[in-house]
């Protein structure tokens, strides 16, 4: 379900359209990125917060929201003299769940058989 105005049907994407989605896929490419968004989903927190959460080094936890800066799927905002982050929307939240839940499908051994079935009858 989309949120907002335009949906773009998924068997149609534009070749510049599904470039940028798969940027936004990359995101999800490293385990530490994952698990910086996971522990935002949480709440917002700073670098030092996120650094400790994921057990890395504050620089290498800077580095991965630059990128996921320009990604726009974290924001930051001055707390003082530190920066909090945040994820951007519930759209990355929904995004990160969407993820975990097809891998647990996949380790469960689930399919999704109503598809599975219609594709093996054509």
């Not at 320009?70 to 001055?78: K, N, P, Q």
């Amino acid at each position: 379900m989309a949120h907002g105005g335009t949906q773009h049907d998924p068997a149609t994407l534009d070749p510049t359209f599904a470039g940028v989605v798969a940027d936004t896929m990359q995101a999800l490419a490293t385990p530490s990125r994952v698990r910086i968004l996971g522990r935002l989903h949480a709440g917002a927190c700073s670098v030092n917060e996120l650094a400790e959460a994921v057990a890395m080094e504050p620089s290498a936890v800077s580095h991965q929201l630059r990128l996921l800066r320009y990604l726009g799927l974290v924001v930051g905002r001055r707390d003082g003299r530190r920066v909090v982050y945040d994820l951007h929307d519930d759209h990355v939240g929904e995004l990160l769940e969407q993820a975990i839940s097809h891998v647990e499908h996949l380790r469960a051994g689930l399919a999704r058989t109503a598809h599975t079935e219609q594709v093996l009858e054509a």
